[in-house]
């Protein structure tokens, strides 16, 4: 499949395509030739996918992005570095006006309380690689199994979008593989979509229910019920608002 585009920085290539399979399996397939970080976009995906597996719809004009970061750090922090992205995403989507977003955990982004964003982080010997899909046009969601939005009326423009993105990501990656999540949780707080609720977790077919207390340095969420203080790491788990 052959690129629209290719564009060079001194610290970022940046692939186009008009369409493609999955912009994070492009990068995994040919993360061998890559020499540096690199960025594929894509107008429209055909076999997009979210945490899991799970299917994510990918109609032309949203965004389909992702980034290959070249580093030698010992990758074991995958749960925080999820959310340090989000983080860096609502920082990218408030360059754009775009308020009452929250993070839900580990790698959705809601607005006005349903989901338009969704991150998928994943790694290959010396690379991580950032998904990141956004719903920025209105197209037909009857079919997706849970409320979701879109960001049309913000007019955004997605290459103002792309360089924007890779300003902050370039910037914050650095940061959070210096410093940890701590750099970036008071941000996370302050977006938490479960701060101050009770939730349900589902961990390999187990219910489990609690007080939600935050997510700790590890990224692992925390709760505390009858069997006192408990973390969880994101590996299989579901979470949500207890009804």
């Not at 990068?27 to 030739?33: G, P, S, W, Y």
């Not at 960001?151 to 300003?167: D, M, P, R, V």
């Not at 997510?215 to 006192?228: A, C, L, P």
Request: glycine share 6%; net charge positive.
């Amino acid at each position: 499949m052959k690129p629209l585009s290719q564009q060079s920085t001194d610290t970022l290539d940046m692939i186009f395509f008009e369409e493609i399979g999955s912009t994070n399996d492009y990068l995994l397939e040919n993360a061998k030739n890559i020499k540096k970080h690199t960025a594929c976009i894509a107008q429209k995906q055909t076999k997009g996918r979210g945490r899991q597996g799970k299917r994510w719809q990918s109609p032309k004009g949203n965004l389909y992005y992702s980034l290959l970061y070249k580093t030698k750090q010992h990758q074991n922090y995958l749960a925080s570095f999820s959310m340090m992205i989000a983080v860096s995403f609502c920082e990218v989507l408030a360059h754009f006006k775009v308020d009452e977003l929250q993070i839900k955990y580990p790698n959705d982004i809601y607005y006005q309380g349903k989901k338009v964003a969704g991150i998928l982080v994943e790694t290959q010997n010396d690379n991580i690689i950032v998904g990141i899909g956004c719903n920025l046009v209105d197209f037909d969601r009857s079919h997706i199994d849970q409320p979701s939005a879109d960001l049309h009326h913000f007019n955004i423009n997605i290459f103002g979008l792309i360089t924007e993105l890779n300003k902050v990501l370039l910037q914050n990656i650095p940061i959070f593989l210096k410093k940890g999540f701590e750099s970036f949780k008071i941000l996370f707080v302050e977006k938490d979509f479960f701060k101050d609720k009770k939730v349900k977790i589902f961990n390999n077919q187990t219910e489990i229910i609690g007080d939600y207390l935050g997510i700790n340095e590890q990224g692992y969420i925390v709760i505390k019920n009858q069997n006192g203080v408990q973390s969880f790491s994101l590996s299989s788990l579901s979470v949500r608002i207890l009804e």
